[in-house]
């Protein structure tokens, strides 16, 4: 399968613990997205990547999440000291920086549960 | 700050009937405009997509979008629908000169009648 991955698929998780979601974009593709969903809305803008570097950080990002991409592949998202208000569905896309314009590919996502 | 509003958030038709999903979208300058489609237990996959030229774009199976750009819409539409369309359809808006987020909207659930 060559599209984008995440991992896990799904995360049930207690109130105040930490979680580490992955995700592995298609090959080569520079620019790495990370998108929330919560029940009957879009996917909303997280942060986004070109190679290992965070251009560009929305303020639904509080400071108890941090995504990395340390060798502008894959990239991590952790959130720490889960809220209940932190369940969704966490998406990440990526695409080329040339030749394919803003098209973003998405993986299946990782649906986080915080009891 | 740009915006993205889907119309109706759920739409019941029956098997080949006509299909238009409507899409507004608030931002003052040039735009890349887009509808996303998820079927149950699928990841999102773009359904078409406007950059410019022919404000009239076709997509897979069937769909297409026209970009009227003095109402600010692209609105989806499909002459005959199939049980198969059963899905969420967002809509989504990127600024042209952006190499950042894409802005979706709300969605809009369509359920198909056999």
């Known amino acids: 399968d060559t599209g984008v991955s995440q991992d896990p698929r799904h995360k049930i998780t207690k109130r105040g613990q930490n979680v580490t979601f992955r995700c592995d974009p298609i090959?080569?593709?520079?620019?790495l997205y990370w998108y929330r969903q919560t029940l009957g809305q879009g996917p909303e803008f997280l942060t986004y990547?070109?190679?290992?570097?965070?251009?560009?950080k929305s303020r639904l990002l509080s400071d108890r999440f941090s995504a990395e991409r340390p060798k502008g592949s894959f990239s991590t998202l952790e959130i720490q000291r889960t809220e209940q208000g932190d369940s969704a569905m966490y998406l990440c896309?990526?695409?080329?920086?040339?030749?394919?314009?803003?098209?973003?590919?998405f993986g299946a996502g990782t649906r986080l549960s915080v009891l | 700050a740009q915006s993205v509003s889907q119309h109706n958030h759920h739409v019941i038709l029956s098997e080949a009937a006509s299909l238009e999903l409507g899409c507004n979208y608030s931002?003052?300058?040039?735009?890349?405009l887009f509808w996303y489609v998820q079927y149950p237990g699928q990841h999102l996959q773009l359904l078409l997509k406007?950059?410019?030229?022919?404000?009239l774009v076709k997509g897979i199976k069937g769909f297409e979008a026209e970009f009227i750009k003095s109402k600010f819409s692209f609105n989806l539409r499909k002459p005959s629908v199939q049980w198969s369309d059963t899905a969420e359809y967002f809509c989504?808006?990127?600024?042209?000169?952006?190499?950042?987020?894409?802005?979706f909207g709300s969605g809009t659930r369509l359920s198909i009648r056999p």
């Open positions: 896309a990526s695409r080329a920086l040339t030749g394919t314009k803003n098209i973003q590919y």
């Open positions: 090959s080569e593709h520079n620019r």
């Open positions: 990547f070109q190679n290992e570097a965070q251009l560009e």
């Open positions: 931002y003052g300058g040039t735009v890349n």
């Open positions: 406007y950059f410019s030229g022919d404000p």
């Open positions: 989504a808006v990127n600024a042209y000169s952006s190499a950042s987020k894409i802005i």
